[in-house]
């Protein structure tokens, strides 16, 4: 096994992560009455598509 293998692996998992703390966010922000805090949304969801733009360039190199 490569160390690529193991980046998209990474990457992959980091992904699915900061997209489903991205959701509970938006379901967090959306249920809110008056001024929300929703750093985490703004922070989560560059990340999230960040770390599947990584995967899918480590899977490219894979093939």
Same mark, same amino acid.
């Given at each position: 096994?490569?160390?690529?293998?193991? #980046?998209?692996? *990474?990457?992959?998992?980091?992904?699915?992560?900061? @997209? +489903?703390?991205?959701?509970?966010?938006?379901i967090?922000?959306?249920?809110?009455?008056?001024?929300? #805090?929703?750093? *985490?949304?703004?922070?989560?969801?560059?990340l999230? @598509? +960040?770390?599947?733009?990584?995967?899918?360039?480590?899977?490219?190199q894979?093939?």
């Open positions: 096994m490569s160390p690529t293998f193991f #980046f998209m692996l *990474g990457s992959m998992l980091l992904s699915i992560i900061h @997209f +489903l703390i991205s959701y509970r966010e938006a967090r922000v959306s249920n809110e009455e008056g001024p929300v #805090f929703g750093w *985490g949304l703004v922070f989560n969801v560059p999230a @598509f +960040l770390f599947a733009i990584l995967a899918n360039l480590f899977h490219h894979l093939n």
